[in-house]
């Protein structure tokens, strides 16, 4: 029986002026990746988009830096704020 890799779960937050293609550009990277999105959270409030996203990168074609390099350069373009961190640091950073 192969081992089956486990899920290694990172989360990305979005936030910015909210406009076409957020999250068409974001889905593209994870999907050329082969990075599974598991959920999503995505609320406008007054123009201003705030997205959060759970995504599975145990069989990322990329590694972690190669990740941040391509969000990075969504959030230039974009002028977007996108951060991206393991789960566990995003829970301990977000407990009340």
């Keep these: 029986m192969a081992s089956k890799k486990q899920s290694q779960i990172c989360i990305i937050t979005i936030t910015g002026k909210d406009r076409v293609g957020i999250i068409a550009n974001i889905a593209n990277v994870m999907a050329k990746a082969n990075i599974n999105i598991v959920d999503v959270n995505q609320k406008i409030m007054?123009?201003?988009?705030?997205?959060?996203?759970?995504?599975?990168i145990a069989k990322s074609a990329i590694s972690i830096p190669q990740i941040h390099k391509h969000l990075d350069k969504i959030a230039d373009q974009m002028k977007l704020k996108i951060t991206f961190q393991d789960e566990?640091?995003?829970?301990?950073?977000?407990r009340v």
């Design 46 to 56: 007054e123009n201003y988009f705030v997205m959060t996203m759970a995504v599975d």
């Design 88 to 94: 566990i640091i995003f829970k301990m950073m977000h």
